[in-house]
């Protein structure tokens, strides 16, 4: 069993008197993670928000009838709680009781479950994300050797906790979660019509990987109008399949001011949208794949060692570019992904003209476990 980031920060958050929300895409392994940490306790109530029996329960239960149904359990998890109505009030109304009981909620829609509960729940609890299974993680299960002889695999399957677990099987457990479980969600939503049509836009991001986004050419490739197509980023978005970083500009007229790249969470998903599982070193998206891994990850190292940063790519309209930057503690750091160690890679004068104090580092495969693995103090 592989040991996940977020184990301890949820221990150490149990009993403060706060609903403790737990929120990823499906399959990422929020339930795994849970029944792991709670395996060997007594007293806890697993419930189900996909089914009726306990939507019925939520719906209009006062905290009495809430705690009795309870019964002498003092830890309740309640699974894909963006499913039952009014779920914020009724959580808060358990919050402002004077019980001590736990309860964790998890979902797997940010459209719903943030609708539902962020308000409602405003100073009374404490939200965290899981991601699929992290560079860091794997390192802490089986070494950094290995993990680094594993990056070209993990560039083209990714990081789902079921595909890292079946060796062999991968193609057929990404095909499963492109089919089933992905747009779950998304699809169970009436103003989803077309889904045919958000597979064609999934795929066209898949391709634009690293690349800047236009809604309007995305709109052509998918026949729909550019406000639909934003619409349904937005959505892929909350539902945690893809995410956007925007452009960086402060001082200079030709920098890009409202653009954007799109990036899948997961390399796996990305070549399962496109049908494409070649190694790395024939592969002509290389670099994109790369870029994606390298900026997924840090993200996820990022949030799990609380590393609070702002982040962007910069590009002006004369094609001049940076990657990935980072803003925080008021400065800048500037970065390049290069699959080939050996690739000369330069940042812009015009960029170090213009910000002169930004640090400035090319990664790859040779330096990326510095550049993901952080010690306890988030350094």
Same mark, same amino acid.
């Given at each position: 069993?592989?040991? $996940?980031?977020?184990?301890?920060?949820?221990?150490?958050?149990?009993?403060?008197?706060?609903?403790?929300?737990?929120?990823?895409?499906?399959? %990422?392994?929020?339930?795994?993670?849970?029944?792991?940490?709670?395996?060997?306790?007594?007293?806890?109530?697993?419930?189900?928000?996909?089914?009726?029996?306990?939507?019925?329960?939520?719906?209009?239960?006062?905290? /009495?009838?809430?705690?009795?149904?309870?019964?002498?359990?003092?830890?309740?998890?309640? !699974?894909?709680?963006?499913?039952? @109505?009014?779920?914020?009030?009724?959580?808060?109304?358990?919050?402002?009781?004077?019980?001590?009981?736990?309860?964790?909620?998890?979902?797997?829609?940010?459209?719903?479950?943030?609708?539902?509960?962020?308000?409602?729940?405003?100073? $009374?609890?404490?939200?965290?994300?899981?991601?699929?299974?992290?560079?860091? @993680?794997?390192?802490?299960?089986?070494?950094?050797?290995?993990?680094?002889?594993?990056?070209?695999?993990?560039? %083209?399957?990714?990081?789902?906790?079921?595909?890292?677990?079946?060796?062999?099987?991968?193609?057929?457990?990404?095909?499963?979660?492109?089919?089933?479980?992905?747009?779950? !969600?998304?699809?169970?939503?009436?103003?989803?019509?077309? *889904?045919?049509?958000?597979?064609?836009?999934?795929?066209?991001?898949?391709? #634009? %990987?690293?690349?800047?986004?236009?809604?309007?050419?995305?709109? #052509?490739?998918?026949?729909? /109008?550019?406000? +639909?197509?934003?619409?349904?980023?937005?959505?892929? @978005?909350?539902?945690?399949?893809?995410?956007?970083? *925007?452009?960086?500009?402060?001082?200079?007229?030709?920098?890009?001011?409202?653009? $954007?790249?799109?990036?899948?969470?997961?390399?796996?998903?990305?070549?399962?949208?496109?049908? /494409?599982?070649?190694?790395?070193?024939?592969?002509? &998206?290389?670099?994109?794949?790369?870029?994606?891994?390298?900026?997924?990850?840090?993200?996820?190292?990022? @949030?799990?060692?609380?590393?609070?940063?702002?982040?962007?790519?910069?590009?002006?309209?004369?094609?001049?570019?940076? !990657?990935?930057?980072?803003?925080?503690?008021?400065?800048?750091?500037?970065?390049?992904?290069?699959?080939?160690?050996?690739?000369?890679?330069?940042? +812009?004068?015009?960029?170090?003209?213009?910000?002169?104090?930004?640090?400035? #580092?090319?990664?790859?495969?040779?330096?990326?476990? !510095?550049?993901?693995?952080? &010690?306890?103090?988030?350094?």
């Amino acid at each position: 069993m592989i040991e $996940r980031t977020l184990y301890k920060t949820i221990e150490n958050k149990l009993f403060d008197g706060k609903v403790i929300v737990l929120v990823g895409a499906r399959q %990422v392994g929020k339930t795994t993670l849970l029944k792991q940490l709670f395996r060997q306790k007594e007293g806890v109530l697993w419930l189900n928000g996909d089914e009726l029996q306990v939507q019925n329960l939520f719906s209009n239960a006062s905290a /009495d009838r809430l705690l009795s149904e309870f019964g002498d359990n003092k830890i309740v998890i309640l !699974d894909e709680a963006q499913r039952i @109505e009014n779920i914020g009030l009724r959580l808060k109304l358990i919050a402002d009781s004077d019980s001590d009981i736990q309860v964790i909620a998890t979902g797997s829609s940010a459209f719903e479950l943030a609708n539902k509960v962020n308000e409602p729940l405003t100073g $009374r609890k404490w939200e965290y994300q899981l991601f699929p299974l992290s560079f860091g @993680e794997m390192v802490a299960h089986h070494g950094k050797l290995k993990e680094m002889r594993m990056l070209p695999r993990r560039l %083209v399957y990714g990081y789902y906790p079921e595909v890292v677990m079946n060796d062999g099987n991968e193609v057929e457990i990404l095909k499963l979660l492109t089919d089933a479980y992905l747009y779950k !969600d998304i699809l169970s939503w009436e103003s989803i019509k077309h *889904p045919d049509k958000l597979q064609t836009l999934l795929r066209a991001l898949a391709y #634009q %990987v690293g690349s800047q986004v236009s809604y309007n050419e995305l709109s #052509q490739m998918s026949s729909m /109008d550019s406000k +639909t197509v934003e619409r349904y980023i937005t959505l892929l @978005e909350q539902c945690y399949i893809i995410f956007r970083l *925007p452009s960086f500009s402060r001082n200079l007229r030709h920098e890009l001011k409202a653009s $954007r790249k799109i990036y899948f969470y997961d390399n796996g998903i990305r070549n399962a949208l496109i049908a /494409d599982y070649r190694a790395p070193e024939v592969r002509q &998206d290389i670099g994109a794949l790369w870029e994606n891994f390298v900026i997924a990850e840090r993200m996820k190292s990022n @949030e799990y060692y609380h590393r609070w940063v702002n982040r962007y790519f910069w590009r002006t309209k004369q094609q001049q570019e940076i !990657d990935y930057l980072e803003e925080s503690g008021g400065k800048l750091h500037a970065y390049e992904m290069k699959w080939n160690p050996r690739a000369k890679a330069s940042i +812009t004068k015009t960029f170090t003209e213009a910000y002169p104090n930004t640090e400035f #580092q090319v990664i790859t495969p040779e330096n990326i476990a !510095d550049f993901l693995l952080f &010690d306890s103090k988030g350094d």
